[in-house]
């Protein structure tokens, strides 16, 4: 009964039109777009791998046979574990949370620097150099980072012409212009949020802090980056995110050895085309991912709902 | 006090650093779209150009991809801006309850993986076909609506965060008055809230777009079979790069900079008559200054002529002279490749000294005969080389490639020690040979013989 009072006070509040079109926009955003795409991927991926005319017939049943295959492989392989994936994921998560690490030490003191030293024109200036770069795409992004990190690139042409190094070194090889990139890639989103919260500190409690004779690495340690935690996490959690789900910067700059979880999965798809084990790929991770963010709120003692303030 | 001054300039330090981070790599590219170099890099600097622009022009599978980017960008700031709003009214009105879960199901999709986002999409249209029995040829399989649904599943939450932010500063007590005033609940939506969410639903459809215009981990999985800016693109910087690369960014870079400087323009003109109109409100002003045309601003008639001057001297000094500097940095590099030549020519004469004195002594190894056969065998070229074949045609090059990599193996043929191939890796080092009169002399038979450093010498 109450439910039904729910939405003649909601058509009463909106008006008909209004009321059906929020009603009809939301649902179809909610269940076409987010949830039911999301379900049918994982029934996808655990069924087994047959081509779209025999859907929903007997040879389409049930079974874990993706999942396991990620684990340990092709039933012919002599390996007891699938190396090449295993070892796969564990490096692009690995590589992940260095980019994220990579990311808060870079945006941490520009954040502050923007929020409580830059005043007036300049700090409005600094936001929207910080802006520019993100205007351009993220497939010329990494290009630029091709560029510079080249065997004639500019870096390298510098280092042998001053004499550190007797011939260029490999930046793309070493993964160095990965890891250069990604945390490129994802600056801003690692700034806005961290520049948010410590924007709201008042600077009455810096000032205490100092006037007590407290060093600075205390004031930031003791003051500024319990204030700053919540923003801290939700710039980790985006670019920890984005950077394990990152395609187009491992395909540009990634090294010819070195494999991104997302390439594995983007093969399965177009190559393979083992659609059923690309999406239980995709599954495994999008839930380690969230899992390993959960974990790390835990860990950090942050709650989800300051969090996405 | 000096302990201050330090941690200043360390700070300071950091800062500038941090923004040679976030520039450098722009500016190096932008640089590169300008060179003639064929590989796209700053330095060795050749000549100023502007030719990468035309090969970008002639580049159809790019054309094509610029243009379902553009359809797949509107498309989805149609779908997208009107669901965002819709979240974001239903967010503001829904229960206390229900709304952290709302708003996290919403939120999740900017957290997704794009890969996820566009398989499930992929996945999920392809089923419902199934169901429908629909065609290969029906929507449930076409391209740019599946790119478009997928990209407006994680771009419409961007959409709703625009207009939670400006609902928050809406006062629901206009609503009410309208309401009261006898306006209609349609009415209220038109005449009070969307003009009081105008500038909230600019943003956002500028936003989705752009987001849109980017987007390559979703995009690469929906699009199926046609292709975008970014399909192409990545497809491109992974098989082998060129300049005209750098040349897109530059005008991609170029005509966001244009769309900021005009939304400045106008967002000025817009706070200066809501200021003048404030004036009247308070009585201090008689009237709203009539607006001048956006046309007729002097600010933009300023900034026109800029861009134009501007663009005009780079297309002026981009097209006029690059042949000739294109020449001139040529013969640097013959004259370079010469001097390399003259140092192998002693070595090898050098070289062969030694060898006579072998010869008589013992068989000689196989590479040197070889070489020998091979050294022969150039004479034959000659003619090849001789200038009236070169003068700057351009059919002509490709022809002169294939002997020239040649006579660049035969250089090091004389010297035993140089016969490791020097394969490079980049493909446009070959590029300097290709310039190849200044070699003529240097397969002329009598250079083989003591006269050359004389020879030379006198050049």
Redesign the interface.
Known sequence: MSFSN?WRA?FQ??????AL??II??G???F???????L??LD?SIRANVP?PK?GTEEHYYTLEHYKYMIFGSAQSTDSFNIIDVTVFFRTIGAAIFVTLIDVA?CY??AY?LAH?ATGGWSRLMVL??IV?F??????????????F?????IN?FLVSIGILDQPYDFIRNDIALWAGLS?AF?LLMIFPIFNAIESLDKNQIEAARDLGAP?WRIHWRIVVPHAKPGISSGC??VF??T?????AP??LGGPSSLWF?QI??QG?NQAGN?AR??AY??I??VS?IVLVLVMMKIAKVK??EM?K | MIQGRI?NFL?IG??AL??V??????I??GL?AFNTSG?????PWECFTVEWFDVLMEDTRLVTGVRNSLLIGIGVVILAV??G???A??LM?I?PRLR?W????????????????G???L??W??IG?MFGAGEDTIFYDGIFLTI?GQ??FI?AYAMLIFIARLQRFDPALEEAALDLGA???Q??RKILLPFLRPAIGSAAVLAF?AS??N??TT??TIVSSST??TV??SK??YG?DPS??A??VS??FL?LVGAVLYEISKRRETRRARAQMAVARGEATEVKKQRPFLTEPAFILFVLIVVAGLGTVYFSGTVGVEECKIIVKEQRQAEIKRKVERRQQQQMFQSAVDAQSESSSDQEETQEDSKVTAKGTEGYQSVFSPGNLQGEVETEAEEEEPVKGTEGYLNVFSPGNLVNPSS??PDEEKPVKGTEGYQNVFAPENLTDQVPAENSGN
């Open positions: 729910y909601f509040k909106n008006g008909a039109a209004l079109f929020l926009a939301v179809m955003w909610l076409m777009m987010i949830i039911l795409p999301q049918f991927m996808f779209p859907f870079l003191p520009i620097y030293v150099s910080l770069p205007w351009i795409n993220e497939i010329l992004r990494a290009f630029a980072f091709k560029i510079i080249g065997s004639t690139g500019v042409n490129y600056i600075w959690t985006m995110m984005l394990a789900g990152a395609l187009a395909q540009i997302t999965i983007y798809f659609w690309g999406s995709a599954i991770l999008l991912c989800f709902g996405m | 941690q700070v950091f800062v941090f923004f981070y976030l520039f450098g790599p722009l190096v590219m590169t590989f796209p890099r700053v330095s009107p669901i709003l819709a979240g009214l239903m009105q229960g952290p709302l708003y996290t199901v919403t939120i999740a999709p900017i957290l997704v993986p794009g890969v996820v986002l398989i499930s999409t996945l999920f392809d089923r199934l649904v407006a599943t419409s209609s609940h349609t209220t939506f752009l215009f980017e390559y981990n690469i999985f800016l970014t693109l990545a910087v992974r790069i690369i750098s897109l960014a991609i870079v966001t890796d980049e």
